[in-house]
């Protein structure tokens, strides 16, 4: 698949559209999500241009997979629920429903969160 920079992300990237950033370094943005599922949802994307966790993987330098997971746990202190407790998620393809084709990772927190997926329909 390739990079549509078009996409929702890419324009946060580049300052067309506005968000509410939690950190920021040469690899990562992280902001607020905008339609909340926690009391703690931020978006944590790589700067880069990689559609999904598998293009991350598959595409990303070193410096920039390690930037990542160091910038999801600096966001976990940054909002106060490295403590108590959070989840990251990120959702991958047509099953996962991944809606903005830009990886990026939610981190979730700020409240009991349950069961880590619903139990599947009958
Ligand atoms: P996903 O289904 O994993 O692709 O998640 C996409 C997420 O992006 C959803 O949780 C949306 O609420 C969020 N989102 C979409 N547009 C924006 C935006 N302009 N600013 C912040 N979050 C957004």
């Known amino acids: 698949m390739t990079y549509d920079r078009d996409?929702?992300?890419a324009k946060i990237l580049r300052r067309?559209?506005?968000?509410?950033?939690?950190?920021e370094d040469d690899y990562v943005l992280a902001f607020e999500?905008?339609?909340p599922q926690a009391p703690v949802h931020v978006l944590v994307i790589p700067k880069g241009e990689y559609v999904s966790l598998s293009d991350f993987a598959a595409h990303a330098s070193e410096a920039e997979i390690a930037a990542?997971?160091?910038a999801v746990a600096t966001v976990a202190e940054k909002t106060g629920?490295?403590?108590?407790?959070y989840r990251f998620l990120a959702n991958c393809g047509r099953d996962a429903n991944q809606e903005v084709p830009h990886?990026?990772?939610h981190v979730f927190g700020g409240r009991r969160l349950g069961r880590m997926l619903p139990p599947p329909r009958a």
């Open 7 to 9: 996409n929702v992300f």
């Open 16 to 23: 067309e559209i506005p968000n509410k950033t939690v950190y």
């Open 33 to 35: 999500d905008i339609a």
């Open 81 to 85: 629920v490295a403590e108590t407790g």
């Open 103 to 105: 990886f990026h990772v």
């Open 68 to 70: 990542f997971f160091r």
